[in-house]
């Protein structure tokens, strides 16, 4: 098996899993209760969130646990008061939630990178703006943001309304779920005021994530019952996962830059394998914002997922972009927003590595999807007989 | 250690985590995705959930997943589209939802072993009331609602609506958290429309719960984003906690007469040891209808926390009642909704059993606890020097 979907799961690290077992088995006791073993329960927890917060710069104290990603972005969008400006090619959890906290929305167009442009954002950034959503990294080109200029920007209109006294709050929020595990995310130096993170996407376990939340920051919780995370975020702490998530989260902050180098390479190895296609490879993307294990590139004419189905069968694994959009089927808002033609669209295949990956495996894979991509070339007359 | 708080938290069963374990380590694949080992992860995801729907007599198809008991409730409690009504001793999850999602609520009464008060139900059970949630059993007591006897004036109530058409919509949800590892639980049977589990309460994984729905039943979400479930819970889905969950409820179901032989007979024994207090005890809760692994049980006069403290201190671990209540000092509002005086509240103790205690442990705890009541009659002078 050569697994190349890393954007859309990863596996619970070794070190992971080991770091939860005891708080399934032994060390299950509920955070809330009275006696002593219950206690240590409660303080590793802390404990945990505290490690998790610092591999963002935050405190532990910052930080409510959730059930991931999804549920982190709406408890963030839930904090606007007006309207909410995000991103034309945010994942769906980001354009959902906005649609239904925000009083109205507006996106906001990207260069044919992905890049968010600009110009556009100040041109939208309305008095009424209360929310501006914009994620660290794409989570089908991999394009990484200037949250620092967009960042100074949101400061920029603040002061502008602090000087005619008008009141309305104005907050930026990043999804980092992406680019947790191969970019130094730090919310002071990002200027962020609320931060999605993703324990499923960094190595740690499904089904935990948490929303980073600056000071002074109203957040309204989704969920109420017996007050724990603040009341912000009530419910039984789930122990295991959050250790889990946190022992990910400190692992991934300390392979960062051999990650990063990793991935350049092979992944210039594959993008150098790949230009050996009958059909010219179009490389997606922002060549220099980007996390370095993501390929995403268009075969035009190809069927991609013909393309996959092929793969498949030869035990490497890819897909065509979000796999929560894909498996309904629908044609990617992402590559859309770039400005691909449906034929680009069609040919889109989202390669993402990790650690499970070497040279070897890349080596292989790129070979068999040249293979592939020539096959269904020759099969729909794409290209003549002879390569 | 003589582990006594089964109804706070239960240890991960071993045959719970061996089901859990490859969808962590090997197949963490995203359920979405479109190659076949992710199919697969998907069709065992599905697979788990018809298991669990089993478990309470429906299909998979009928439960939407969640991060746990509180989120099934807020769930249920955002059907309502008018009055609420709970029973004045639900668990605070039921109690703060139905706050914010009712238009408004109502408390419906318990007699003095916590029973719900059927004439109570009957005179608030008004045309505007469009949700009742009546927990299955007690989390503090252990007393056992009849819930096919409320589904029965729901359903009278149903029928006058439908005789003067009034289209007000009615439903029954009930929190079945405690009740599910010691009673049958069979939603059609019970007559409810909307049903809450928890895994965490039966040996299954924390963070993890669901939401039975009735058909014709009109959920709407509390997050938004990549549709799963059906599009009533997005976000990616715990694949791990899920096939965890359903393991945990098969075996609670295949245990469920042995469990409450087992716990009849230990309780018997508990109650008969305890009788031997200086104090004498007050048993609480109801003796018929009452889940068999609970002894709530008060000595007036005692104060309850330094018994659980004398007890830690001998590794016998009770407590005073909802954990998360408890860790806040508050009151317990179901001693007093059963009419105790402050006295008799100050002095109750939650003893839950579970899969670990034997005949040997409850002896130990029952004479510890006999011992450390006695010890603290004497320090209080509630009785004499002598016993």
Do not use: W
Request: proline content about 3%.
């Amino acid at each position: 098996m050569i697994y190349l979907d890393f954007a859309a799961a990863t596996p619970v690290d070794e070190r992971v899993f080991k770091a939860m077992e005891p708080y399934f088995l032994s060390d299950f006791f509920n955070p809330s209760a009275p006696y002593l073993p219950a206690k240590r329960v409660k303080e590793a927890y802390e404990e945990a969130k505290n490690e998790l917060a610092h591999a963002i710069g935050a405190k532990g104290a910052d930080l409510v646990m959730t059930a991931g990603a999804t549920e982190s972005i709406n408890l963030a969008m839930s904090v606007a008061s007006g309207k909410i400006l995000y991103l034309t090619t945010e994942h769906a959890a980001v354009r959902e939630s906005a649609r239904r906290f925000g009083l109205s929305f507006e996106e906001i167009a990207v260069d044919k990178t992905g890049l968010i442009d600009l110009s556009d954002l100040r041109a939208k950034l309305s008095g009424d703006v209360a929310m501006i959503s914009v994620s660290a990294a794409n989570n089908e080109l991999g394009t990484i943001q200037p949250l620092s200029a967009i960042a100074e920007i949101v400061r920029e209109e603040k002061q502008k309304r602090l000087a005619r006294g008008d009141k309305t709050p104005l907050y930026l929020h990043s999804d980092a779920s992406q680019a947790m595990s191969l970019i130094d995310i730090n919310v002071r130096r990002l200027g962020v005021d609320l931060l999605t993170i993703n324990s499923a996407k960094v190595y740690g376990p499904k089904g935990v994530g948490a929303l980073y939340i600056a000071h002074g920051v109203d957040v309204k919780p989704l969920v109420f019952g017996g007050g724990q995370e603040r009341g912000l975020r009530s419910g039984t702490e789930n122990v295991p996962g959050v250790i889990g998530f946190a022992k990910a989260a400190v692992i991934a902050k300390e392979h960062i830059n051999g990650n990063r180098k990793k991935y350049e390479k092979l992944g210039a190895i594959l993008r150098e394998e790949l230009k050996k296609c009958a059909i010219e490879p179009v490389f997606l993307g922002n060549k220099k914002h980007s996390l370095t294990n993501f390929c995403t590139v268009s075969f035009p004419g190809i069927d991609a997922e013909r393309l996959i189905y092929k793969l498949e069968s030869r035990e490497i694994y890819i897909s065509t972009g979000a796999a929560c959009a894909a498996s309904k089927g629908e044609k990617s808002h992402v590559l859309t927003a770039i400005g691909l033609s449906d034929t680009e669209i069609a040919g889109s295949i989202r390669v993402t590595m990790g650690v499970l990956n070497d040279e070897e495996q890349i080596r292989t894979a790129a070979r068999e999807i040249v293979e592939a991509v020539n096959e269904e070339a020759e099969r729909t007359g794409l290209v003549g007989g002879q390569k």
